[in-house]
């Protein structure tokens, strides 16, 4: 009920071509989700988050697409470049003072 | 701002000895976690706290403490290290839903 599946565990993709990454829920009291973006030796970030009161949320070359039936949420890279390469996970939460459940993380690199 | 910030860095232990990582933000967020990173599991919470002098468990608590006496410190103890507890580890504050992380402390136990 609590877990936060996400796929895919690697992805390598094309300089210039777009990089998706899957997240799925269970739990329909979630109403927060978001993403964060690691790189080697640092800290997870936050990047970009959406309220499943909308269906997609642009910032940059990062998109989130979310579908509330089917309870999942996706990452979207536009025009991917090598300094996208990082580990992402996404993540969901609900009100109230409750951690936030987080996928299992996908390691994205970009290839020239 | 400084955000979170943690101390040390890096450690090294050996067997049986014990350890504080600290963990302080500047944010006066009242959530405040600390999660272990290895390689392949993810973000695994350890402990948690909502606010000063109230903490709880997460998912791996086993061979960990944590207190909270302030808001701005969250303190992770180890009493007695064991190697399976060699990791990456992160402490976390929260305002409402959003969560930063800190830098991490680079844990090895031999």
């Known amino acids: 009920q609590q877990q936060v599946k996400q796929s895919p565990q690697s992805l390598i993709v094309q300089k210039g071509g777009i990089s998706i990454i899957n997240c799925a829920y269970e739990n329909t009291a979630f109403d927060y989700f978001p993403w964060y973006q690691q790189f080697p030796g640092k800290g997870p970030a936050l990047l970009i988050a959406?309220?499943?009161?909308?269906s997609e949320k642009k910032e940059g070359r990062f998109t989130i697409s979310f579908n509330k039936s089917a309870k999942q949420f996706s990452l979207h890279i536009m025009d991917s470049q090598p300094g996208d390469s990082a580990t992402y996970f996404c993540?969901?939460?609900?009100?109230?003072?409750?951690?936030?459940?987080f996928g299992k993380g996908t390691r994205l690199s970009v290839i020239a | 701002n400084a955000g979170v910030t943690q101390t040390p860095k890096f450690q090294v232990l050996k067997t049986g000895q014990s350890m504080t990582l600290q963990c302080a933000q500047d944010m006066n967020h009242e959530y405040m976690s600390w999660y272990r990173q290895d390689p392949g599991m993810g973000l695994r919470l350890i402990h948690y706290s909502v606010g000063a002098g109230i903490t709880d468990q997460g998912e791996v608590p086993n061979g960990y403490n944590v207190s909270r006496s302030t808001t701005e410190d969250f303190p992770l103890r180890l009493l007695s290290a064991a190697p399976s507890q060699t990791s990456v580890y992160f402490c976390?504050?929260?305002?409402?839903?959003?969560?930063?992380f800190g830098p991490g402390t680079r844990l090895t136990v031999t």
């Open positions: 993540a969901a939460s609900m009100q109230g003072n409750t951690p936030l459940v």
């Open positions: 959406i309220r499943p009161d909308v």
């Open positions: 976390a504050s929260r305002l409402i839903y959003e969560q930063y």
